[in-house]
């Protein structure tokens, strides 16, 4: 399509029946195309939008994952350390409970030695305890006798002096 003045100048009515459907063709053609371009750069600029708001996005996800990571870290040396000073406790009071009972068996057998002790000590006072009253119940005797002889004696001298 001629559109400068520079030319002879176009019967309109030939141009309108030969060439103008031509035109209307080719307007029709370059306008579907402009259409199709513009969309490409509406969806250029969108893509662009959207890689920057990807980006954004990106880069706070990245942020937060960094600070759950570090957090991890953070919960999981702390959880270490309870594990260990957990272990340290359950090993102190294995310790402990070995130590308590290594006391108690020492315990147990020194109570048992002093019942044996005592029970020993126990039946030779009783023993020394019936020979005492045995002997008591001699000396008791003896001593009657020698009172009794102590008479007899008194008496004989007595009648020896008479």
């Known amino acids: 399509m001629q559109v400068s003045n520079d030319t002879n100048s176009v019967d309109p009515i030939e141009y309108i029946t030969k060439q103008l459907s031509k035109d209307l063709v080719q307007l029709i053609q370059v306008r579907d195309e402009l259409a199709i371009r513009q969309g490409a750069l ?4 969108d893509a662009i939008t959207d890689r920057a708001k990807a980006a954004d996005e990106l880069a706070s996800a990245k942020d937060q994952a960094a600070a759950m990571v570090a957090s991890a870290k953070e919960k999981e040396d702390a959880a270490k350390a309870q594990l260990a000073d ?3 406790r359950e090993k102190a009071l294995a310790d402990s409970v070995k130590a308590f009972e290594a006391c108690s068996t ?3 057998k020194a109570v048992e030695v002093r019942e044996a002790t005592s ?3 126990e039946m030779h006072q009783q023993q020394a305890q019936e ?3 045995s002997k008591e119940v001699k000396l008791i005797a003896d001593q009657a006798a020698l009172d009794a002889r102590i008479k007899t004696f008194q008496a004989k001298v007595a009648a020896l002096n008479a």
Request: charged share 50%.
């Open 42 to 45: 509406s969806a250029a600029k």
């Open 86 to 88: 957990l272990k340290n």
């Open 106 to 108: 020492e315990r147990e």
């Open 119 to 121: 029970d020993t000590r």
């Open 131 to 133: 020979n005492l009253d």
